[in-house]
């Protein structure tokens, strides 16, 4: 049996909108985009760690 991956969006995100979601897996991170569900990145806790210090941050507020 496939072992279910459990998808998380942020409760920042309503039902109807496409948003990124994050999953773990084998000890990595996946990231997809809801509208691709196809199409996964996956990275290291601590890649995705330094990414969120980097947001908590604000040195990716000029890209929105």
Known sequence: ???????????????????????SR????????SDDPDAVVTTTPEKLEAFILGVRAGEFDHLI
């Open 1 to 23: 049996m496939a072992e279910v991956i459990r998808w998380q969006k942020s409760s920042y995100s309503n039902e109807n909108m496409n948003c990124v979601e994050l999953a």
């Open 26 to 33: 084998d000890g990595l991170i996946l990231i997809r985009e």
